[in-house]
């Protein structure tokens, strides 16, 4: 074998072999994130946590909003500017936590407007998304039953 068939042999089995072993790690990041049925959950809102139960039709509402949203989810890329605006706290029928929604929705930083954190209950699994006006009403409509003024844009 000639020393530059050897060489180029080498080069693609270290190439290949790098990459493959890149995609064998990233590929799991890669796939739909499941969400549980969620049977009923609290919310807690603005700067000081006001808390309500949700009703059977915002719970609806909810689970309808997460079948809807499974792919774009990404990994927390960077630190957020506070604990959010609001929080829902979910629970299955059993009464377990399964999941924790984290919303940003222009109280405490504007340029985090629509954005959500969805929270494996342990804090485990934390999923990140930033969506359109449009896709995050449902979300909003639950937290503007209280009425905090909205921080401005910077």
Same mark, same amino acid.
């Given at each position: 074998? %000639?020393?530059?068939?050897?060489?180029?042999?080498?080069?693609?089995?270290?190439?290949?072999?790098?990459?493959?072993?890149?995609?064998?790690?990233?590929?799991?990041n890669f796939k739909?994130?499941?969400?549980?049925?969620?049977?009923?959950?609290?919310?807690?809102?603005?700067?000081?946590?006001?808390? %309500?139960?949700?009703?059977?039709?915002?719970?609806?509402?909810?689970?309808?909003?997460?079948?809807?949203?499974?792919?774009?989810?990404?990994?927390?890329?960077?630190?957020?500017?506070?604990?959010?605006?609001?929080?829902?706290?979910?629970?299955?029928?059993?009464?377990?936590?399964?999941?924790?929604?984290?919303?940003?929705?222009?109280?405490?930083?504007?340029d985090w407007n629509?954005?959500?954190?969805?929270?494996?209950?342990?804090?485990?699994?934390?999923?990140?998304?930033?969506?359109?006006?449009?896709?995050?009403?449902?979300?909003?409509?639950?937290?503007?039953?209280?009425?905090?003024? %909205?921080?401005?844009?910077?």
């Open positions: 074998m %000639r020393k530059e068939t050897a060489f180029l042999i080498g080069f693609l089995v270290l190439t290949i072999g790098t990459a493959s072993l890149i995609w064998m790690v990233a590929l799991p739909p994130v499941v969400f549980p049925q969620v049977a009923s959950g609290e919310i807690e809102v603005g700067p000081m946590r006001h808390k %309500r139960v949700l009703s059977a039709e915002e719970v609806k509402s909810v689970n309808d909003w997460l079948s809807e949203h499974k792919s774009g989810w990404g990994p927390l890329g960077r630190t957020p500017p506070s604990s959010g605006d609001s929080r829902l706290m979910l629970k299955d029928a059993s009464g377990k936590d399964v999941l924790a929604l984290t919303l940003w929705t222009g109280i405490s930083a504007a629509d954005t959500v954190f969805v929270e494996a209950p342990d804090g485990s699994k934390v999923y990140t998304e930033n969506f359109s006006d449009k896709a995050f009403a449902p979300l909003r409509a639950l937290v503007d039953l209280h009425v905090f003024k %909205r921080s401005a844009f910077p």
